[in-house]
């Protein structure tokens, strides 16, 4: 059994951090990474270091289609404005930036370079005030006629279109797999799906007026299903059943054409920023690299901000290391992906209605993943491939993802940090109806420290926080309310070898929470693990069958500052208020080091704090405003 103390302080055990490459050594001599504000510490004890935009633009490319003299053989000046951003991307240099003005563009934007520094960026944005949608699909122009299927009309409520070969280039996402048994054979994890339902569907997406249609695996159900299509691959035909019964030659359908929006044309590039697009409408699959609708290719210190990414078929915004896990590739791609510094930003981004995840990436270092918006993702209900989440970050090495909201996620968890992570934090996220067998929040297979701290989970079909296959993890001042399973599961697969021995779950700590309402409470698959100084509001009382047994944890050993108490509380997700009370006196606890700030970034004072991520309430309800929207 791990060591029990009456006031819980957590030393965690140093860690050294992989050696950064030299041009990451350069800008910390000179100062350029800097603390957070207030710091936040990494499990190893080191403050969290990140970077910013310093660059003074000498020159501004202008992007304008809607200028009367708009012309890609332009200047690019505003007089003379070019008429795509591609356009743009393949003149932009180091030390220049690109201001898109209004429109809708449909097309693939492919930079040819990067920036050389902080000081020296090139950076992607839509000018101020300015609505910049960048689409992957075109408009579908051709006649629609009822549908027939073998020259014979089935129902009056179907019609089709053939699929013009001219809309496509190489790629065309609906004679393409979601993922093929040779996409799966990258993926052995999931080789039960090799040759089935939904893996064996095309990539492609159709919209009613913007509104997505449900892509149908035969003809014969497209008739149950308004707002539906389906594919005929061998004539290369788009039959649907649209919306309210329109007329389609009276409506605007668009299909996805290409998988990428935002791809740079080679790997590696440094120091870009894309600030302010809406990117939708990708028609991109489901291996686990390669396939983001906005997609890094393995580049290293991105600003991404300020976007909106929605309407894809799998995966929204990518930032991995990792670019190409072919067997041809994937050697060449690890080698190259390890000299990778990372140092990616990821914020103020709102991210959804996308099939598969949010913010997804293969080996994430110093990485900053903060203040997204993510909703609605998962609808693909593929999660038992294992590469869904509204946030999958996999190979983490000092990672931090903080103040994110994320919400209604079904079919995925909502932060899932993926094997091996080192030195990674996970605070002050808001997660509310997320629908997963792993947990609103999962650590994955890390046998070194990692910190899971300050959160509210509200509402889970299965556990709030999950983790297999981990050592050392420390859970602390969480709050994790409404689960049907666990607050807290901690558990192993068996026979699973992790860094090259057999997995264990031992010496993790559970510290400092509130959990309400969670079913089966905590739960430990080894005893080598410590909880305690937790309150516990109604977690299965021990006559519910397979419920949580407070006084059978204590016994076992875990909890003896653990207490039960009455809180009333509740949420208001429109506002993102928080309402609580209780008629008791809630105890403080001994402070951990490492969480020295509240949910809001009020330092705790003294010795003690409170359990959970906020100040108890002291007389009558109070209602806290986590987050503006």
């Known amino acids: 059994m791990y060591p029990k103390a009456k006031q819980i302080v957590i030393a ?11 041009p990451g050594e350069l800008y910390a001599q000179k100062g350029v990474y800097v603390s957070l504000n207030p710091p936040v510490i990494l499990p190893d004890g080191s ?3 990140t970077w910013s935009d310093q660059t003074v633009y000498t020159r501004t490319y202008y992007v304008d289609q809607h200028h009367p003299r ?44 990067g920036g050389d520094g902080p000081n020296k ?37 179907l019609w089709m279109t053939s699929l013009p070969d001219d809309y496509f280039g190489l790629y065309n996402p609906f004679l393409t797999e ?27 997406l159709v919209f009613q007026d913007g509104k997505r249609l449900v892509q149908q695996a035969t003809y014969e159900d497209l008739v149950k299903l308004p707002g539906s299509f389906w594919v005929e691959k061998e004539n290369k035909r788009l039959h649907i059943h649209p919306f309210k019964g329109m007329n389609p030659n009276k409506t605007v359908f668009e299909i996805t054409t290409q998988q990428h929006i935002f791809k740079p044309a080679v790997t590696d590039l440094g120091y870009i920023r894309v600030k302010g697009f809406i990117f939708e409408h ?22 991404i901000e300020d976007n909106i990414v929605r309407g894809v078929n799998s995966v929204g915004i990518e930032v991995g290391a990792r670019t190409d896990e072919s067997k041809a590739g994937r050697a060449v791609d690890r080698e190259r992906a390890e000299r990778n510094p990372g140092y990616m930003i990821v914020r103020n981004n ?45 190979l983490n090495n000092g990672t931090l993802v903080r103040r994110n909201i994320i919400t209604d996620i079904e079919a995925a968890p909502g932060i899932w940090l993926d094997y091996t992570n080192i030195n ?116 299965g009382p021990a006559r519910r069958r397979a419920g949580f047994d407070f006084n059978a944890w204590q016994r076992k050993g875990f909890g003896p500052n653990s207490k039960r108490a009455k809180i009333n509380a509740s949420f208001n997700q429109q506002t993102l208020s928080f309402t609580w009370s209780t008629e008791e006196k809630l105890p403080m606890f001994g402070k951990l080091e490492i969480c020295t700030h509240d949910f809001f970034n009020s330092a705790w004072k003294g010795k003690k704090a409170p359990a959970g991520p906020f100040s108890y309430p002291t007389s009558g309800p109070v209602t806290l405003k986590l987050a503006g929207l």
């Open 350 to 394: 709102e991210v959804y209605e996308c099939g598969t995840g949010g913010i997804q990436g293969l080996l994430v270092k110093n990485a900053l993943v903060e203040s997204n918006r993510i909703h609605h993702c998962g609808w693909q209900d593929v999660q038992r491939y294992w590469e869904t989440g509204a946030i999958k970050l996999l």
């Open 424 to 539: 990674s934090r996970v605070t002050q996220n808001i997660l509310v109806n997320i629908e997963s067998v792993n947990g609103a929040i999962f650590i994955e297979a890390s046998q070194v420290p990692n910190l899971v701290d300050r959160n509210f989970v509200w509402n889970v079909k299965g556990s709030g926080i999950y983790q297999h296959d981990c050592d050392e993890l420390t859970v602390a001042h969480n709050f994790v309310a409404e689960c049907t399973k666990e607050a807290v599961e901690m558990r192993i697969c068996q026979g699973r070898m992790v860094g090259g021995r057999l997995s264990t779950c031992k010496r993790n700590r559970v510290l400092n929470n509130i959990f309400v309402n969670a079913r089966k409470g905590v739960s430990f698959i080894d005893d080598d693990n410590l909880s305690d100084c937790n309150i516990f509001v109604d977690c």
């Open 47 to 49: 403050d969290f270091k």
């Open 12 to 22: 965690l055990s140093c860690l050294s951090l992989f050696i950064a490459l030299k």
């Open 70 to 113: 708009a012309l890609d053989d332009n200047d690019g000046s505003e007089e003379k404005p070019f008429l795509t951003i591609n356009k743009a991307a393949q003149v932009v240099r180091a030390g220049e930036k690109v201001i898109v003005k209004s429109g809708i563009y449909r097309e693939l934007i492919q930079p040819r370079f």
């Open 121 to 157: 960026m090139l950076s992607f944005e839509a000018a101020p005030g300015a609505k910049v949608i960048v689409k992957g699909s075109r408009v579908l122009k051709p006649k629609w006629t009822k549908s027939k299927r073998n020259g014979v009309l089935s129902s009056a409520k």
């Open 282 to 303: 990708a028609g991109n699959g489901f291996p686990r690299t390669g396939v983001g609708a906005l997609f890094t290719m393995g580049g290293h210190h991105w600003i």
């Open 178 to 204: 979601n993922a093929s048994r040779e996409d799966i054979d990258l993926m052995p994890w999931a080789a039960q799906w090799a040759g089935k339902l939904p893996y064996t569907l095309g990539r492609g």
